[in-house]
């Protein structure tokens, strides 16, 4: 049995592999649903392996070794959403303390920053990716967090996760990036300097638009162990069934995420030159301003396109309207494609002001890709775009 995965390995063999996930009671090749709540005692003063659920379960534990071993990680912990996730780790700092966050960010973060911006914490946001400097220029004696993204959600930054890793290391604060556009196949942030790795499962982990869930890899064994304590005092765990799916999930998602960014990427390159497409967005594009950092940070570009439209303001709406094949919906990462207009659905949090700094703003669409095949995807697009 393979416990301990090889470097030479590949990533369909490590996805398959990761973290001898076998029930040992049995022999079965995947692990049991441990639905219990509760375990036994085998008696008073004989604490057995598992206690209660929101502790540790069979089921979690297993999906847990898995991801860990694929991030690279001291621990992983898995938590009922990635809002769930990105709480957690706010609970690692002190009331006053200073938090950097990404201009260009999802907009459930945002909402959460700016929450906790209003009563626990001093928040700013810059354009991360603009490297280094724009972090100094923004750092306060009392930055304790620096929260990145990349690539970032819908307009796809890329920051330079070593370079400004290493500058919260020099500075003694915590780096935690939102790596879900990534995968943890594409991106390893922990092996690029980053302490916490932070993966909605939801999207392309999981994979099929059928569990809600969050996970924190990190690359110190204390801080897995402030972060265990944070998740047992608020309760906030993935449970056994969403664990046991994730883990089936995790297991195809190399042969998913190389067919998503295979199709993200002939999407991206058939539509640069349409009429109604006023600018393109995709990190494997050569003129993307970062494309020279997401070759050497990235292993591919993700399965993420956003689209700018000429027309007026109801140019996004006829489009969506107009398609056949996506289906207008939040989230991504399942193996369906999906559209959505960002600035009605997943970035509807965050301020006027906000998306305006950010750049999610005017007829900006937003296109999850599945595993269909990319010649019928791309012809779902071209004959929605009549419709503009």
């Not at 973290?19 to 003063?45: E, K």
């Not at 092996?191 to 059928?210: E, N, P, Q």
């Not at 944070?230 to 056994?240: K, S």
């Not at 995420?257 to 390159?269: K, M, P, S, T």
Request: hydrophobic fraction near 40%; charged fraction near 20%; proline fraction near 5%.
């Amino acid at each position: 049995m393979l416990t301990t995965m090889s470097k030479k390995q590949g990533n369909s063999t490590r996805c398959v592999h990761a973290g001898d996930t076998h029930d040992a009671a049995t022999g079965g090749v995947m692990p049991a649903i441990h639905q219990s709540s509760t375990f036994a005692y085998p008696a008073m003063r004989e604490q057995p392996e598992h206690i209660y659920t929101r502790l540790s379960n069979p089921t979690r534990n297993a999906f847990e070794r898995a991801l860990n071993e694929l991030e690279a990680g001291a621990a992983t912990l898995a938590f009922s959403s990635g809002q769930a996730a990105s709480s957690a780790v706010l609970e690692l700092l002190e009331p006053g303390d200073h938090i950097i966050g990404p201009a260009n960010v999802y907009g459930g973060s945002f909402n959460l920053l700016r929450v906790a911006g209003k009563s626990r914490f001093e928040v700013s946001y810059v354009h991360q990716d603009e490297g280094p400097e724009a972090l100094k220029a923004a750092w306060r004696g009392n930055t304790r967090l620096v929260w990145m993204e990349t690539p970032s959600n819908p307009l796809l930054r890329i920051t330079d996760l070593e370079a400004l890793s290493a500058l919260c290391a020099e500075r003694g604060a915590l780096s935690c990036v939102d790596s879900t556009l990534a995968t943890p196949l594409a991106t390893r942030p922990l092996s690029l300097g980053c302490d916490i790795s932070m993966h909605s499962i939801t999207k392309y982990v999981a994979g099929h638009s059928d569990v809600l869930g969050g996970a924190l890899s990190v690359a110190a064994g204390d801080l897995a162990e402030r972060l265990t304590q944070v998740r047992t005092r608020t309760g906030g765990v993935l449970a056994p069934l969403d664990s046991y799916l994730a883990l089936r999930g995790l297991k195809t998602m190399e042969l998913r995420v190389r067919r998503q960014f295979e199709n993200a990427g002939r999407i991206a390159r058939g539509l640069r030159q349409h009429e109604k497409v006023a600018q393109v967005y995709y990190p494997g594009l050569e003129d993307h301003p970062q494309h020279e950092l997401a070759k050497r940070q990235m292993d591919g570009f993700g399965a993420v396109v956003s689209l700018h439209l000429h027309g007026d303001e109801a140019a996004p709406e006829r489009l969506l309207n107009a398609l056949e094949l996506f289906t207008i919906a939040e989230s991504l990462g399942g193996v369906e494609s999906l559209a959505g207009f960002p600035p009605l659905m997943s970035h509807s949090a965050m301020t006027p002001e906000a998306r305006e700094a950010a750049g999610i703003t005017g007829n900006l669409v937003r296109l999850s890709c599945g595993i269909e095949d990319a010649d019928d995807l791309i012809a779902d697009l071209h004959q929605a775009l009549h419709h503009v």
